[in-house]
């Protein structure tokens, strides 16, 4: 039986993973959880635009709330975008057929002293109510996630307009103007860390900033342009009492960089063995990092790659997802065997018989 002393309720057990304090077993959530694999968000869908879903609280909580009944995930992070500050910020957000799309990117200093430091609760404030409304229904003993994009991820969609291979834009403004690209940084940062305070004090019990492009730059231009600005949104952040989770991808050659950002949790993809960057950072609190297909494997394959992601970390400081979101095509069924495999894992047996790191 395992020890609830240990692993308490489930917003108990992600905080302490979060600490990297002792658990019985590793919570379990997954990236982009509730999405197109969903027959009930698909459901939503066919009635209800992207950004409508976003700026509709009910709409939000329901569909924040399905992976939770669905899959019985440990954590619901709210259903929101990336790109909702840079809406509120003043640019114009358009959802098409490849994807969302700013109009006018970012491309002069008279740009971005034009983007407005809006107030988070008139002009976003739908996604601190979706936040109240789900904690209100899943009650104090299940952890509510809100998250943002990192700076340098946000400044490469505004500057780019959408996402594009190497993000071409926002590199020649790095180094053609890289005093102008500092100062749309810092604007996000301080932005994004009222944006997310707001989330906070609605009742997130962490957040997760998502850093998906830091790996399009090498080491010096990710500490000379990115990792301050992030730091200076982690510093923000870590005032108050929500952990922060930092993900980044590609980014194995970024590591000891990105461990510096000030987050409390580190989120990395599948191209990053776990075993060697605990041995690299030390007792870091880590998070994922299975390859997003193997869901779309045999579930064997899937309990086999969960059990052997916890093996990695023993298990400690350890919360078990996706190296990045879970694809649309997946099946229901290996979405929730997988999240029944890392359930499954008690810590303590398998490190009793010498496992783990």
Known sequence: MRDQNLSGNRKTLFLRACRSEPVDRVPVWIMRQAGR????????????????????????????LQPYRTLGVD???????????????GMELELTEAGPVLASPIGDATQVNALR?????EETGFAAEAIRRICRAVGPEVPVIAFAAAP?????????GHAKNGFPRAKQMLYQEPRLMRTLLEKIARVTAGYLKAQIAAGATAVQLFDTWAGELGRRD?????????????????????????YTKAS????RSVAQAGADVLSVDWRTDLAELRRQLGPVALQGNVDPCVLLGPE????????????????????????HGILPSTPVENARAFVHAGQAVSVSARMSVGQGV
């Open 152 to 160: 340098w991820t946000l400044a490469c969609y505004m500057v780019e």
């Open 300 to 323: 064997a394959g899937i309990r086999r790659a969960a059990q052997e992601a916890i093996n990695k970390t023993g298990g400690v400081g350890h919360i078990l997802n996706l190296g």
């Open 252 to 255: 194995g050659h970024l590591m």
């Open 117 to 121: 430091e809006f107030d988070p609760e």
């Open 75 to 89: 954590a619901v992070i709210v259903f929101s975008d990336i790109l909702i500050p840079a809406a509120a910020m």
């Open 222 to 246: 990710y500490e000379d342009f990115a990792l301050p600005t992030t730091q200076l949104l982690t510093a923000e952040l870590n005032a108050g009492p929500a952990p922060v989770i930092l």
């Open 37 to 64: 694999y969903l027959p009930e968000y698909r459901a939503v869908r066919e009635k209800h635009a992207f950004l409508e879903i976003c700026k509709t609280p009910e709409l939000a909580v329901e569909v924040s």
